[in-house]
């Protein structure tokens, strides 16, 4: 889900853990984010999620922005149930504008899965180049209508639908119609479980 291309990230990463004299180990453990997923982004060969990034710039103590555009400050939780105040949930904009992440779920399972709230101003659009072998996405359209696009297929997806689809190939979502729309966004690596199922295609 990102714009900005993976060789650009990667140095930069590798350039703010040195700095702060980190392992790959060392900073694995403390981002969640697994050793292999951090070699791999560091070499420029992975495409990272959002979230991913979120929580490797936490770790870091440095601000998503100096990578991507547009972040916000993450901090709290509590001993038996952890309340993540809306006002300090992470909340990214996609490089355009035009689409609104805030990113729902845990670092502890970054490596494995992520679920996001997105909110697509009209015609917004949110373009990903592939994530790792076998991830799939699972978008749950809440509020007006969205053209998903993975692998040469598209498909209109209404309020109250699900589409599975592959994510480790180019893929993207846009809002259509006048007004914009809204969708929970799920991420799961191919660690997860089997590739969705494959179903007819709705012509635009």
């Known amino acids: 889900m990102l714009s900005i291309n993976p060789p650009e990230i990667g140095p930069r990463l590798q350039a703010y853990r040195k700095e702060l004299n980190l392992t790959l ?3 694995a453990a403390m981002s969640g984010v697994s050793r292999s997923m951090l070699s791999e982004i560091e070499r420029g060969n992975a495409n990272p999620t959002y979230g991913t ?9 440095i601000d998503l922005n100096s990578l991507i555009s547009g972040a916000s400050e993450e901090r709290g939780g509590g001993s038996i149930i952890d309340l993540q105040p809306g006002n300090l949930t992470p909340t ?41 072998a076998g991830t799939i996405e699972h978008l749950h359209c809440t509020t007006g209508e969205i053209v998903v696009r993975s692998a040469g297929s598209t498909m209109i997806v209404r309020a109250g639908e699900t589409a599975r689809y592959a994510a480790d190939v180019p893929h993207s979502l846009k809002s259509v119609g006048p007004v914009g729309a809204g969708a929970f966004l799920v991420v799961a690596s191919g660690d997860v479980g089997l590739g969705p199922q494959r179903t007819s295609i709705r012509p635009k």
């Open 53 to 61: 990034l979120w929580h490797l710039t936490r770790a870091l103590n």
């Open 25 to 27: 180990a060392e900073l």
């Open 92 to 132: 990214i904009r996609s490089a355009d504008g035009s689409c609104t992440l805030q990113i729902l779920s845990p670092a502890n399972m970054v490596s494995l899965i992520e679920w996001y709230l997105l909110s697509f101003e009209a015609e917004g659009e949110l373009a990903s180049d592939p994530h790792g």
